[in-house]
């Protein structure tokens, strides 16, 4: 069973830098295409970034490209998110998600209804 643990939300300040972590178990984190998305409250959930296996590529959303770095960590079976220049804006319960399918465009890589396995989410909050 496929089991995904998201740690390291937090209250900050804005401009301050965050890391968030997801530990997969059950699953070789080698197989699988992985994500961040994201929800506000009263919004949508969006595709923060995401980290695709094969062909390997990596994608943001544009309100958080040059902000926000995803990594991967295979023999950790680790996921991270790391977050910069924090504004209120990115204030939302962060989830990261994941999938052994083919994600062939970035539409596919950041959209959520191609992801089967998904945690519970963190709570990221950035108010001064």
């Known amino acids: 069973q496929v089991q995904l643990v998201e740690s390291g939300g937090g209250l900050v300040e804005p401009g301050d830098s965050l890391t968030l972590s997801c530990t997969f178990s059950?699953?070789?984190?080698?197989?699988?295409?992985v994500a961040w998305f994201r929800q506000a409250p009263g919004k949508e959930r969006e595709g923060v970034s995401c980290?695709?296996?094969?062909?390997?590529?990596?994608y943001y959303a544009d309100s958080v490209k040059d902000r926000f770095t995803i990594s991967r960590d295979n023999p950790k079976n680790t996921v991270y998110l790391q977050l910069n220049s924090l504004k209120p804006e990115d204030t939302a319960v962060y989830f990261c998600?994941?999938?052994?399918?083919?994600?062939?465009?970035?539409?596919?890589?950041?959209?959520?209804?191609?992801?089967?396995?998904w945690g519970q989410g963190t709570q990221v909050t950035v108010s001064s």
């Open positions: 998600a994941a999938t052994a399918n083919y994600l062939g465009t970035r539409s596919r890589c950041l959209g959520e209804l191609f992801y089967h396995h």
């Open positions: 059950g699953v070789s984190l080698d197989n699988y295409n």
């Open positions: 980290n695709r296996r094969s062909p390997r590529a990596t």
